[in-house]
């Protein structure tokens, strides 16, 4: 390419980029990829290469032709825009049941990213209750929906399996979690159970972990893997292999929409 | 393990390729804008004058300088290479490109949260111990090389023709012109890294999503596999540095020392690193880099099993 070609390319590449990470944070479509906390960094680089690819055109050449923008060529003008133009497009914006399964399950919450055991937890005072704010407090993190269902999410019944304290308030009580479909491979004797699965994620999808719960049902059932779907019924926590297990008995399993915030993290 | 070990699907490349995109853009623009600025507002000789003539202080000193000027290892390449051609020696910009991403607070923190209740002082003194140490007997490795076997051709020329240009310091154009090869030059890096990132990130989601990772567990039994088998595994995954502990923390079955050679070899090699090292340094020097990167925070790590459990 000539040198003012060359220009032209580049300003064409940052604009690009510009727009797609501008696409991704206003259309929001970046929530199914980053953490919160990292994307408005994504927002201020897509405005930053906007305006550098305009800055590239609204500036003269002149002397900065000998040393400024050196010749771009073909080659890296193509692997700079096709692939990100072609995974915006391909990607489903989640992953599909092969990363997920190559990943492994996390059924165990101590394999949880930036598990740390909990504190001891506040005693009852002298009348019995519990202060108010306290960790004891199940008000503060049982939240019930219309029908009397607590909505749990599958990790707050990961750390229910492995916490005595948090286990008896939700033992045997009616739950409600969103979360997707995948056949259990193991932990299945009876063949009647499936993963309920979410991402746990701390900076992006590439190092999300996926958490998954039990779920059995009766009939069993089966559905198209990662499947989006809500089920009501009991928790039970049953010893299996030397530990608790969270495993909810199921009463309805229903296909549900994704959840606007489909990672948890 | 039932699960075949290799099982490729588009989608998820696709969207393990887009998320590390969209969240290592930011941190190789931000290195790109400052190699920019270093480039037309650093005088040339200024390094040369600040730094020890000592090659084994400048070298440590390299390995320091990541507490006060904190980059990621994306960020940090289009610095080191401005850098370099200002006159930094390339053992000490070698020793704080290894360094950098490690030996800062950031990392420091996210190490000590995510190891609580695992000796998280300890382990988080024995990451930033042992980053420092690696990168500066790289950085002293360096040293001994001839330098046209470490650099491009293309940035040796640089570091070539800003070495005669007088006193390097700055030239009477106006701050404005001057503002504008800045960003020119800022462009021209991000350009320039961004081939390498991109092919990086391409290689490394193909591997992080295709590859069982279960296959990794049998290998946990021994310090003697568990060790290499975490760095590869580091390697295939190209996390960054700041969440990285995060992630090292969660492979419960595997031994203390293997999680600390994950944490010391990863930010320093991995597969997107690869290709973007090879923006500045040659394909050579790249491959001798990660394999001694590999060796000796392999045989580190094994005598650190000693005391580590």
Redesign the interface.
């Known amino acids: 390419m000539t040198g003012i070609l060359s220009r032209f390319a ?1 300003s064409g ?2 604009m690009v ?1 510009g727009i797609v ?1 501008s696409y ?1 944070y206003l259309s929001n479509r ?1 929530a199914s ?2 953490h919160p906390a ?1 994307q408005i ?2 927002a ?2 897509g405005g ?2 906007l305006l ?1 690819s305009l ?2 055109l609204l ?1 003269i050449p002149a ?2 032709a000998k ?4 010749r ?1 060529e073909i080659f ?1 003008f193509l ?2 825009t096709i ?2 133009l ?3 497009k ?7 049941a ?2 997920v ?4 399950m ?1 059924d165990n919450i ?8 909990p504190l001891d937890p506040a005693l009852p005072n002298a009348e019995g209750s519990v202060k108010e704010g306290t960790m004891m407090d199940p008000s503060l993190y049982l939240k019930k929906n219309a029908d009397g269902y607590i909505v749990a999410e599958a990790i707050d019944l990961l750390y229910a399996a492995g916490e005595p304290t948090m286990r008896e308030d939700f033992e045997n009580k009616q739950v409600e979690v969103t979360g997707q479909f995948l056949p259990a ?1 193991t932990g299945n004797p009876n063949g009647d159970r499936f993963n309920l699965t979410r991402l746990f994620v ?6 999300a ?1 996926p958490v998954a719960i039990s779920v059995q049902t009766n009939p069993a059932i089966d559905l198209p893997k990662m499947t989006w779907v809500k089920v009501r019924g009991k928790a039970s926590f049953p010893v299996e292999g030397g530990r608790h297990m969270p495993v909810i008995i199921a009463e309805s399993t229903t296909e549900t929409d994704a959840p606007e915030e489909s990672f948890l993290y | 393990m039932n699960a075949p070990w290799f099982s490729f699907s588009v989608q998820d490349f696709s969207y393990a390729f887009l998320s590390v995109l969209l969240e290592g853009v930011p941190f190789i623009l931000l290195g790109t804008l400052l190699s920019g600025l270093i480039d037309q507002f650093l005088p040339a000789r200024l390094m040369t004058r600040l730094l020890p003539r000592n090659a084994f202080a400048a070298v440590c000193l390299g390995g320091v300088l990541g507490i006060v000027f904190p980059m990621c290892e994306c960020g940090i390449v289009p610095v080191i290479r401005r850098l370099i051609a200002k006159g930094l020696p390339v053992s000490s910009a070698v020793a704080y490109m290894l360094a950098a991403p490690i030996v800062n607070p950031i990392t420091a923190f996210s190490t000590y949260a995510a190891f609580r209740g695992q000796g998280a002082a300890e382990f988080t003194s024995l990451r930033l111990g042992l980053g420092f140490f690696v990168a500066v007997l790289a950085g002293l490795a360096v040293l001994n090389l001839p330098i046209g076997a470490v650099l491009k051709k293309t940035i040796l020329e640089s570091v070539t023709l800003s070495c005669p240009t007088g006193d390097g310091g700055p030239s009477p154009r106006a701050f404005l012109r001057r503002l504008v090869s800045a960003m020119e030059a800022g462009v021209r890096d991000f350009l320039d890294v961004m081939v390498y990132f991109i092919l990086g990130v391409g290689v490394a989601s193909l591997f992080s999503t295709a590859v069982n990772q279960e296959l990794f567990l049998p290998l946990s039994l021994d310090d003697r596999l568990a060790i290499p088998a975490m760095m590869t595994l580091a390697g295939i995954l190209s996390l960054c540095s700041s969440s990285d502990a995060f992630i090292a923390a969660t492979f419960v079955s595997f031994p203390a020392v293997a999680k600390l050679a994950f944490l010391v070899f990863g930010p320093m090699m991995d597969l997107k690193l690869a290709f973007i090292y090879s923006a500045v340094f040659t394909r050579k020097f790249v491959a001798a880099l990660a394999i001694g990167l590999f060796v000796m925070i392999g045989l580190l790590c094994l005598r650190l099993a000693i005391v580590l459990p």
């Open positions: 580049a590449v940052l980029w990470l991704f970046i990829y980053l990292f960094y994504t201020i680089s930053v290469l550098l800055a590239l500036t002397e900065s040393h400024g923008l050196t771009m890296p692997l700079l692939p990100l072609a995974a915006t391909l990607s489903p914006s989640n992953f599909g092969t990363a399964m190559n990943r492994g996390v101590a394999d949880l990213p930036g598990f740390s055991p491979l701390m900076c992006c999808a590439a190092d972990r």
